[in-house]
């Protein structure tokens, strides 16, 4: 494969800063010897650590106000991949990329995978789309998908999703993802149950139809675009459906997607318990469902959400196998520099988690000791963990700086010019 940025920029940016790195490296590795942690064992771990890239979070995002088109935006799924390929080149724990259907389709699914398999890239999760109306889409989801009242708009719902599994299956993933934006505006539209029954209904055919080595992830979101109810609108929806429809189907946690404040930690914990946890769509957010960078807000949150990642990992937990992704909407900043971004946040977060001493933090919960319990997480969270994460990207060829070496290469500067402007500036949250 070529490189899209110049390997000799990224070697000669890595070679300046390798003194800086290996003084910090070294000064961490006595801190965390003192402790009895060896970071070479970390340094490996974060090697192995991955998160998928939305495609969708390439393009620039908007709100329902507004959309500010920036330059180079990728106009297709080859363009968006190609974007994505830069993104793993630089930071080294993204080699997954979740489609979106049918934003993402294609007439030649074979060829859009060799074209991954060329750019070092697999595919992740497919997510299927039945909260827009398409063109020449026969049946509108103006009133819902998978729950409409006509059994027409939901068998034709339901068909786009069986369409996304096959297409997913020529790409090599192993998993559908269902949002619907399914709910209610008023008090009194639409009845609960029944809804509810309806998308079961739904759902449960798609369930069916699921390839053996497939799994279905149940994503809930709390409220948009109905606004007053929304039919699976947070986890426990979720996790009832999950369980009428069986072992396959688990939930999918988007941090976007729950009431203010919620304890998101303590979902994660259940579904693990319970063996529902599907997997994440990080991302971060202060009112509502933003779409903010990982971490940006809270970052604090996000390493108490890999504690207990870490801690079912540790414990060998049956079962446990969670799928990472981000989804999120960059509406003021470079999509590439975002994801970039977010992808060592996350990172960041697990190897965090990774610093807990869980024998002491078991033997402080067991005693009641609550200052040092909550203390013991804290050790772990306060500790700069750079020196880590850019020695795991330097040794998986990536560059210890992402963001400086994507600026310094010119690359949006170069797709600007082979990629002319949508002039698409409506608005459009995604
Ligand atoms: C809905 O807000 C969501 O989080 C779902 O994952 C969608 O597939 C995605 O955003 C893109 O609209
Ligand atoms: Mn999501």
Known sequence: MTPLIDAGLVNEANQHSAAHLQADYDHLGSVLARRGIEIDVLTEQARRFAVAVPSWGTGTGGTRFARFPSQGEPRNVFEKLQDCAVIQQLVR???????HFPWDRVDDFKALRQHADELGLGFDAVNSNTFQDQPGQPLSYKYGSLSHTDPAVRAQAVAHNLQCMEWGQVLGASALTVWVGDGSNFPGQSHFQRQLERYLESTRAIYEALPDDWAMFLEHKMFEPAFYSTVIQDWGSSVLCAMELGDKARCLVDLGHHAPNVNIEMIVSRLIQFHKLAGFHFNDSKYGDDDLDSGSLHPYQQFLIF?????AEQRGQAGFDPAYMLDQSHNVTD?????????QEVQRSYVKALLVDREALYAYQDSNDAMMATNTLKAAFNTDVDPILARARVLEGGAADPVAVYRASGYRQQVGKLRPSSGQSGSGIV
């Open 93 to 99: 724990c993204t080699p997954r990329v979740s489609p």
């Open 307 to 311: 504690n207990e990642l870490v801690d």
């Open 335 to 343: 999509p590439i520099e975002s994801l970039m971004t977010s992808a």
